[in-house]
C-alpha cells in the first residue's frame, strides 16, 4: 500500500493562488494513476483532477477546470495541484490518492481518508 503526504494547505483570499504538494512512498510511483480529491464537512468526497502515470492525459472536475492544474515529477515521487482564481465554493479538505486505492476504499466504503489539506478561500 502506498503511503501519502499531502502539504500545502492554506488561508488564501478569493482570486489567489495555491499549489498543493503529494508525496509517495515506495519504488512504483510513476506506474501509479493518480488523484486529488476534495471534501467539505458532511458532504461526500468528490474527484478534483486525474493525471495518469505517463502525465499526459488529464480529467480535471468542471468546476476547476481552466482554473486548476495537476501535474507530477516522478523523479521526486510526486504529484501537485496548482489551484488559481480560486474562489469561496473551492473551500474543502483536499486529499490524494492513487486511482487503485481510491476505487477500492470506494468498494470497501471506507470514507475516512484522514484529515487531508485545509484550503480555505476567504476575504
Known amino acids: 500500500q502506498v503511503q501519502l503526504v499531502e502539504s500545502g494547505g492554506d488561508l488564501v483570499q478569493p482570486g489567489g493562488s495555491l499549489t498543493l504538494s503529494c508525496a509517495a512512498s515506495?519504488?512504483?510511483?510513476?506506474?501509479?494513476?493518480m488523484g486529488w480529491y476534495r471534501q467539505a464537512p458532511g458532504k461526500e468526497r468528490e474527484l478534483v483532477a486525474i493525471?495518469?502515470?505517463?502525465?499526459?492525459?488529464?480529467y480535471y472536475l468542471d468546476s476547476v477546470q481552466g482554473r486548476f492544474a495537476i501535474s507530477r515529477n516522478n523523479a521526486k515521487n510526486t504529484v501537485y495541484l496548482q489551484l488559481n482564481s480560486l474562489k469561496p465554493e473551492d473551500t474543502d479538505a483536499y486529499f490524494c490518492?492513487?486511482?487503485?486505492?481510491?476505487?477500492?476504499?470506494?468498494?470497501?466504503?471506507?470514507?475516512?481518508w484522514g484529515e487531508g489539506n485545509q484550503v480555505t478561500v476567504s476575504s
Open positions: 490518492n492513487t486511482h487503485n486505492q481510491a476505487v477500492r476504499a470506494r468498494l470497501m466504503g471506507l470514507d475516512d
Open positions: 515506495g519504488s512504483d510511483f510513476s506506474t501509479y494513476t
Open positions: 493525471i495518469t502515470s505517463g502525465g499526459s492525459t488529464n
